[in-house]
């Protein structure tokens, strides 16, 4: 997304309630990639060889890889894997260095309470939509506050985070 494509809190925003666009993105996105499964798969940086050889690879970059596990049916689940680099160069932005090796150095209930998803649903089925507006529409979520099961690991030039939208009730029902 182009920078600006959010709205996000402003530096004053718990007194005046001013959200601002959003700046640059730290991270690009590198691959994404589908496998359905009969289960979450965790620790896919280890596991999967073709992404096991390509961070080692590349262990001058700096890799945050996300597994988002969605229910599809039938005790299925699509694994969607997103490995993104790190283009905000270190020392660029100081608030945000301070708050990502905060989160890297961080115990497990640190990170479930600081992984924020923003959505972005630009066209999707009219159920999702549905259900999307239903709990309060595109808008900011922390994920780990008891919604969703995560899981973080930290390797030698990646973070992963896996979260099982398959945890979560709603989500059951609707791919049900």
């Keep these: 997304m182009p920078d600006g494509s959010f709205q996000v809190r402003g530096p004053g925003y718990l007194k005046d309630k001013v959200k601002v666009p959003s700046e640059a993105a730290a991270f690009e996105p590198v691959s994404v990639t589908a496998i359905d499964a009969d289960r979450v798969l965790f620790n896919v940086c280890a596991r999967l060889k073709p992404l096991k050889a390509f961070l080692a690879a590349n262990t001058q970059e700096s890799y945050l890889v996300t597994n988002r596990a969605c229910p599809v049916g039938k005790g299925r689940v699509r694994n969607i894997i997103t490995v993104a680099r790190r283009t905000l160069p270190a020392g660029s932005d100081p608030s945000f260095d301070l708050a990502f090796s905060g989160y890297v150095a961080g ?6 309470l600081r992984m924020k998803y923003l959505p972005r ?7 999702l939509l549905s259900a999307v507006n239903v709990m309060g529409g595109q808008r900011p979520v922390i994920m780990g ?15 992963e985070v ?9 989500a059951k029902k609707i791919a049900g």
């Design 107 to 112: 115990d497990h209930d640190h990170k479930n």
């Design 162 to 170: 896996s979260v099982d939208i398959s945890s979560s009730k709603v």
């Design 145 to 159: 506050k008891g919604y969703l099961t995560q899981q973080h690991l930290v390797g030698e030039n990646y973070l």
């Design 121 to 127: 649903l630009s066209s999707a089925p009219w159920l």
